[in-house]
T-cell receptor, first 111, second 113 residues
């Protein structure tokens, strides 16, 4: 079965700094990969998805992620953090019709 | 998201009582899912449905049952609630099983005392 590992349960950055949230996956077949964002007291919202087209995927709110098959990674980045980016972020992998979520990374943005 | 609503938003119940959570969608999506969210575990699938009266178990289905009598409604029932079922429950929908990602409801915070 596929699995997802998010490195770092908490990440703190200063406003304007680079955001890097790490995600590694394991899958026996080419996977679909996703990043979701969760704001307090809300459900998860899809940020972006990789579905075997371009390896660099652009999402909403200025986020992007790069699929690296050799590293089995799908890290999420944003060049310049904004206060409104403070939230919890979940990486997810889907293969054979089974979607698995990582444990989440809470992003804090300091002024 | 207006296309998917969960009720109630909050519930406190006593150990041993039955509890039903409701998920309602207006998107006419085929697939509906129930997840629970717990700190350190991310989201774990409880049950999902691939059509009216068609359901299957997920990763953590023990102690839960589901029903889907109409396309738009997916009910999650805790037959006899336990403290270990205190959690935040999310419903999600999708048109296809995995390719496009899911749309989530706002969640139900359930406390079993």
């Amino acid at each position: 079965a596929q699995s997802v590992t998010q490195l770092g349960s908490h990440v703190s950055v200063s406003e304007g700094a680079l955001v890097l949230l790490r995600c590694n996956y394991s899958s026996s077949v080419p996977p679909y990969l996703f990043w979701y964002v969760q704001y307090p007291n809300q459900g998860l919202q899809l940020l972006l998805k990789y579905t075997s087209a371009a390896t660099l995927v652009k999402g909403i709110n200025g986020f992007e992620a790069e699929f690296k098959k050799s590293e089995t990674s799908f890290h999420l980045t944003k060049p310049s953090a904004h206060m409104r980016d403070a939230a919890e972020y979940f990486c997810a992998v889907s293969d054979n019709n089974d979607m698995r979520f990582g444990a989440g990374t809470r992003l804090t943005v300091k002024p | 998201d207006a296309g998917i609503t969960q009720s109630p938003r909050h519930k406190v119940t006593e150990t041993g009582t039955p509890v039903t959570l409701r998920c309602h969608q207006t998107e006419n999506h085929r697939y509906m899912y129930w997840y629970r969210q717990d700190p350190g575990h991310g989201l774990r699938l409880i049950h999902y449905s691939y059509g009216v009266k068609d359901t299957d178990k997920g990763e953590v289905s023990d102690g839960y049952s589901v029903s889907r009598s109409k396309t738009e409604d997916f009910l999650l029932t805790l037959e006899s609630a336990t403290s270990s079922q205190t959690s935040v429950y999310f419903c999600a929908i999708s048109e296809v099983r995995d390719r496009d990602g899911y749309t989530f409801g706002s969640g139900t915070r359930l406390t079993v005392v």
